[in-house]
C-alpha cells in the first residue's frame, strides 16, 4: 500500500485526473453539443478520444516523474517529507517508468497519427516528451524559460482535443467554433499556468538559490517577481471581465454569475494576498488557490453542454 501511495504521489495522480476530465469535458460538453446544433456529423470517435487521453496522461505522468529524478537535492530543501524518488522509490525504477511511460504515450500518438492520417499528432507527442526532459534537466533551472515550456505544455493538454477535431473536420463554421472556444480556454490555461508556477518558483526560491537554479525569484528578487505575476493576474482578470461583457448579449446568465463568482473572485483575492506574502506557507496558499481557480475555470464547460 506504501509504495502504491508513493507511486501515485510521484505521477501526480490528481493532476492527471484534472488532464483527464479537461479532455472529456471539452469533447463531451463542447464539441458534441456544437456538431448536434450545427448538424455536422463528424464527432470523434470514442475509443479515438480516450487513446488521445491516455496518451496525454502516460506522458504528463513520465513528465512528472523525471521531474522528480532530476529535483531530488533541491526537493530535500524545498520539500523533505514529500521527495518519493530514493525515499520510497529507486532512482533506476523512477528512470524506468518514464521510459516506459513516454514510450507507451508516443506510440498511442503514432497509432492516432496513423488512424486518421494526420503525421502530426505522433510528432508533437515525441516532441512534448523531449521538451519535458529537457524542462527537467536544464530549462526548469532557467529564468522563465522553464515557467513558459510548462505554461504552453499546459494549454496544449487542454486545447488538443480541439484541434485534433477541428483539423479532421471539414472546413465550417462548426470547425471555426470548436477552435475558438479550444483557443480560450487554451488561452486561460497559459496564463494562470504561468503564474502560478513563478508562485512556485517563490515559494522554493530557498532550494533553488542553494542548487544554483536561475529562477526569477532568485535573479530579479521576490518584488520584481511579485510584480510580474500581478501583472498577468491583472490581464486575466481583465481578460475574464471582457469575455462576460461579450457574451452579455447571448444571455449566460448563470455562466456570468459562475465566473464571476469562482474566477473573477478567487483571482482579485489571490492578487491582494500576493503582495502581503511573505513566507513560503503564504506562497503555497496562493498557489492552491489559483490551482482551483484552473479547475473551476475548466469546469465552466458544462454550461456549454446546455
Not at 1 to 27: E, P
Not at 266 to 277: D, E, G, H, N, Q
Request: hydrophobic residues 55%; positive net charge.
Amino acid at each position: 500500500m506504501k509504495l502504491l501511495l508513493a507511486f501515485l504521489k510521484l505521477v501526480r495522480a490528481r493532476n492527471l485526473f484534472f488532464i483527464a476530465l479537461t479532455q472529456f469535458l471539452f469533447h463531451v460538453c463542447v464539441i458534441v453539443p456544437i456538431f448536434k446544433i450545427e448538424g455536422s456529423l463528424f464527432i470523434l470517435s470514442n475509443q479515438l478520444l480516450g487513446l488521445l487521453i491516455l496518451s496525454s496522461v502516460f506522458i504528463a505522468a513520465a513528465g512528472y516523474i523525471i521531474n522528480d529524478y532530476f529535483d531530488i537535492d533541491i526537493d530535500q530543501v524545498n520539500k523533505p517529507t514529500k521527495n518519493v524518488v530514493d525515499n520510497i522509490i529507486s532512482r533506476h525504477w523512477a528512470m524506468l517508468l518514464h521510459t516506459i511511460f513516454s514510450f507507451i504515450g508516443v506510440i498511442i500518438g503514432f497509432y492516432i497519427s496513423r488512424v486518421l492520417n494526420f503525421w502530426w499528432i505522433g510528432v508533437i507527442n515525441f516532441l512534448c516528451t523531449i521538451l519535458l526532459f529537457f524542462y527537467s534537466t536544464t530549462f526548469k533551472k532557467k529564468n522563465l524559460s522553464g515557467n513558459l515550456i510548462i505554461s504552453f505544455l499546459t494549454a496544449w493538454s487542454v486545447g488538443i482535443i480541439g484541434v485534433v477535431t477541428y483539423f479532421i473536420s471539414e472546413p465550417s463554421d462548426t470547425s471555426f467554433k470548436i477552435i475558438r472556444i479550444a483557443l480560450l480556454y487554451s488561452s486561460f490555461a497559459f496564463i494562470i499556468s504561468l503564474i502560478r508556477e513563478v508562485i512556485k518558483d517563490m515559494e522554493d526560491v530557498q532550494g533553488d538559490a542553494k542548487y544554483g537554479a536561475r529562477t526569477m525569484p532568485v535573479v530579479w528578487g521576490i518584488n520584481t517577481a511579485k510584480v510580474f505575476v500581478a501583472v498577468w493576474l491583472i490581464v486575466l482578470i481583465s481578460s475574464v471581465l471582457l469575455f462576460q461583457l461579450y457574451s452579455l448579449p447571448f444571455q449566460w446568465w448563470w455562466m456570468e454569475f459562475y465566473c464571476l463568482l469562482f474566477i473573477v473572485v478567487p483571482l482579485t483575492f489571490s492578487l491582494s494576498l500576493l503582495f502581503k506574502a511573505t513566507s513560503k506557507m503564504q506562497f503555497h496558499q496562493i498557489s492552491n488557490q489559483l490551482k482551483w481557480v484552473m479547475l473551476l475555470g475548466i469546469l465552466s464547460m458544462l454550461f456549454f453542454a446546455n
